[in-house]
T-cell receptor, first 112, second 112 residues
Framework: ELKVEQNPLFLSMQEGKNYTIYCNYS?????LYWYRQDPGKSLESLFVLLSNGAVKQEGRLMASLDTKARLSTLHITAAVHDLSATYFC????????????FGAGTILRVKS | EAQVTQNPRYLITVTGKKLTVTCSQNMNHEYMSWYRQDPGLGLRQIYY???????DKGDVPEGYKVSRKEKRNFPLILELPSPNQTSLYFC???????????FGQGTRLTVV
């Protein structure tokens, strides 16, 4: 069974600081995704990671994937208030019908 | 503009009164799915469809029905809504079973 755990579930940080959100998954998966959700809004795709060692960056966010450890990280560099949102990681696998299995989400609050 | 459109955005109903939430996508995607989002649980898949007339259960299908008569539409039907179906619902579509998913704006359903 595919399971995804994120931590922390809540993160309050100061502007300008760095931090990392962790995403562990229970069994090998085909792909790993990161999504962002603003309050009351839909989910926006951030990154799709396909292979071991994959690293993708956009702005102050960088995502990486270690398939051997079954771990992905979302690193935030020099946080700004606009990054406040809920971040989800998700995995899928063909033998599970390609359904996206989500973590519980990390609520990020960046304080000025 | 590529999008997934859900209606209604907000719905309050009474126990046992049948309702339908519509979902339409304009990207010619084959794969569509429904999720419910509950605090602390992330998003859980209700049903998915890999193509027209092909649907299958996700993780939490009890109390829900779907149909896929046309490629673009994937309505979610609650024939006998109950209070435990109070949740935020998202429709999503993907080109095939892989790749990033595009999410609708969400439907906040309250069953009293």
């Amino acid at each position: 069974e595919l399971k995804v755990e994120q931590n922390p579930l809540f993160l309050s940080m100061q502007e300008g600081k760095n931090y990392t959100i962790y995403c562990n998954y229970s069994t090998t998966s085909d792909r790993l995704y990161w999504y962002r959700q603003d309050p009351g809004k839909s989910l926006e795709s951030l990154f799709v990671l396909l292979s071991n060692g994959a690293v993708k960056q956009e702005g102050r966010l960088m995502a990486s994937l270690d398939t051997k450890a079954r771990l992905s990280t979302l690193h935030i560099t020099a946080a700004v208030h606009d990054l406040s949102a809920t971040y989800f990681c998700a995995v899928d696998k063909e033998e599970y019908g390609n359904k996206l299995v989500f973590g519980a989400g990390t609520i990020l609050r960046v304080k000025s | 503009e590529a999008q997934v459109t859900q209606n209604p955005r907000y719905l309050i109903t009474v126990t046992g009164k049948k309702l339908t939430v519509t979902c339409s996508q304009n990207m010619n995607h084959e794969y569509m799915s429904w999720y419910r989002q509950d605090p602390g649980l992330g998003l859980r898949q209700i049903y998915y469809s890999m193509n027209v007339e092909v649907t299958d259960k996700g993780d939490v299908p009890e109390g829900y029905k779907v149909s896929r008569k046309e490629k673009r539409n994937f309505p979610l039907i609650l024939e006998l809504p109950s209070p435990n179906q109070t949740s935020l619902y998202f429709c999503a579509s993907r080109l095939t079973g892989t790749g990033r998913a595009f999410f609708g704006q969400g439907t906040r359903l309250t069953v009293v």
